[in-house]
């Protein structure tokens, strides 16, 4: 049941994701995180699906103002998984893999909204 539902997810996302309806798809790919539950919790698929998760929500910030409080939400989740998704891949592969270091840059990028 919870593999079916993923995958209707899934292609829902992509359906979305083609359409540049990034909210809808940002509602959606929640339901990915399912996969923490069949994989566990410190699995490398629940870090790709982090990852995936995270640039939906960069995405989204980009047409959301700086003085909404769903910017701050927003940048607040999406700095929340990029952690989760680094310390996944170096739990695996070690912080010397690229994926590990892409997440890693895109923690420090997010750093300059973060207001003082």
Same mark, same amino acid.
């Given at each position: 049941?919870?593999? /079916?539902?993923? !995958?209707? %997810?899934?292609? &829902?996302?992509?359906?979305?994701?083609? =359409?540049?309806? *990034?909210?809808?798809?940002?509602?959606?790919?929640?339901?990915? &995180?399912?996969?923490?539950?069949? /994989?566990? @919790?410190?699995?490398?698929?629940?870090?790709?699906?982090?990852?995936?998760?995270?640039?939906?929500?960069?995405? *989204?910030? =980009? *047409? !959301?103002? +700086?003085?909404?409080?769903? /910017?701050?939400?927003? &940048?607040?989740?999406?700095?929340?998984?990029?952690?989760?998704?680094?310390?996944?891949? *170096?739990?695996? %592969?070690?912080?010397?893999? @690229? !994926?590990?270091?892409?997440?890693?840059? +895109? &923690?420090?990028?997010?750093? /300059?909204?973060?207001? @003082?």
């Amino acid at each position: 049941m919870c593999n /079916f539902v993923i !995958t209707f %997810y899934e292609k &829902l996302a992509t359906q979305c994701n083609e =359409q540049r309806e *990034d909210r809808k798809v940002n509602q959606r790919i929640n339901v990915k &995180l399912f996969s923490n539950y069949r /994989f566990g @919790p410190h699995s490398i698929e629940v870090g790709h699906e982090l990852i995936k998760y995270t640039d939906v929500l960069l995405g *989204d910030l =980009q *047409d !959301t103002t +700086k003085r909404s409080s769903q /910017f701050a939400e927003k &940048l607040v989740e999406a700095r929340n998984c990029l952690e989760r998704a680094g310390q996944i891949f *170096d739990l695996h %592969y070690g912080a010397w893999h @690229p !994926t590990h270091q892409e997440i890693m840059q +895109k &923690l420090a990028k997010t750093n /300059f909204l973060i207001e @003082p």
